[in-house]
C-alpha cells in the first residue's frame, strides 16, 4: 500500500514536500514514480526515481523545480516541489514503476491515496 501526505495550499513561487509511504516489501526493489492528475486531465508521470535513487528523470514540465528522492530504510519517497505555479496544481500520487520500452508505467492498477496540492496565483 502507498500513502501520500504533505499536499496542501501554497502560493505560485512557494514549495511542498511530498511524502508517500509505503508499506509491504516491494518498495527497495522497485522504481517509484510521483504522478499528478490535474481537474479534467489524464494522470501524468512527472518524477521517477531507480530503485536505489541512482537515476533520475523529471517531465519537463517540472524540470530544474522538483526534486524526487527516497529513503529505502523507511520505505519513503518525497518529491520537494519548488517555484509551485499554479499549473502545478492536482492530486499527487506515488506509485511503483517499471520500464517499458523507453518509458515507465505502473507496475499494477492499485493506487493508493492521493494527496492535493493546489497552487494559487
Known amino acids: 500500500q502507498l500513502q501520500a501526505s504533505g499536499g496542501g495550499l501554497a502560493q505560485s513561487g512557494g514549495s511542498l514536500r511530498l511524502s508517500c509511504a509505503a508499506s509491504?516489501?516491494?518498495?527497495?526493489?522497485?522504481?517509484m514514480g510521483w504522478y499528478r492528475q490535474a481537474p479534467g486531465k489524464q494522470r501524468e508521470l512527472v518524477a521517477v526515481?531507480?530503485?536505489?535513487?541512482?537515476?533520475?528523470s523529471y517531465a519537463d514540465s517540472v524540470k530544474g523545480r522538483f526534486t524526487i528522492s527516497r529513503d529505502n530504510a523507511e520505505n519513503t519517497v518525497y518529491l520537494q516541489m519548488d517555484s509551485l505555479k499554479p499549473e502545478d496544481t492536482g492530486v499527487y500520487y506515488c506509485?511503483?514503476?517499471?520500464?517499458?520500452?523507453?518509458?515507465?508505467?505502473?507496475?499494477?492498477?492499485?493506487w493508493g491515496q492521493g494527496t492535493q496540492v493546489t497552487v494559487s496565483s
Open positions: 509491504g516489501s516491494f518498495f527497495a526493489t522497485n522504481a
Open positions: 506509485h511503483a514503476i517499471r520500464r517499458y520500452g523507453d518509458t515507465w508505467i505502473p507496475i499494477d492498477n492499485y
Open positions: 526515481i531507480s530503485s536505489r535513487g541512482h537515476i533520475r
